[in-house]
């Protein structure tokens, strides 16, 4: 019993060393921002998820009928980089770059 609330005090007190000094980048700055950032990125890959993984399983084999048909390995190469290379899921930093500069949501200093 004693083992285990020295566990639980360890934990709680190295909780709490991590919490204080994680870096200011981890912490949000507006939890209603933090919030909606992150229903939108669920709800985005709600769809994009699926989608891409269609994408790249009829580009494998669209790639792979281009050889069969056509010998042609550059062409082959080409779909398969076409419709495999990422993103494979939505994040907070490929959001920001799709929704671009919004200087109205810039601080005013």
């Avoid at 994680?22 to 669920?42: Q, W």
């Avoid at 709800?43 to 994408?55: D, E, L, Q, R």
């Amino acid at each position: 019993m004693l083992k285990r609330k020295t566990r639980h005090a360890i934990a709680m007190a190295l909780a709490l060393l991590l919490t204080g000094l994680s870096p200011s980048f981890l912490r949000a700055e507006d939890a209603i921002e933090t919030a909606g950032i992150a229903a939108g990125v669920t709800a985005g890959n709600m769809w994009f998820i699926p989608a891409k993984a269609a994408s790249v399983s009829i580009g494998a084999l669209t790639g792979a009928l281009s050889f069969l048909l056509t010998g042609n390995a550059d062409l082959t190469k080409q779909i398969w980089q076409d419709t495999t290379q990422g993103p494979y899921v939505i994040t907070a930093d490929v959001a920001k770059q799709a929704v671009g500069e919004r200087p109205e949501l810039r601080e005013k200093k």
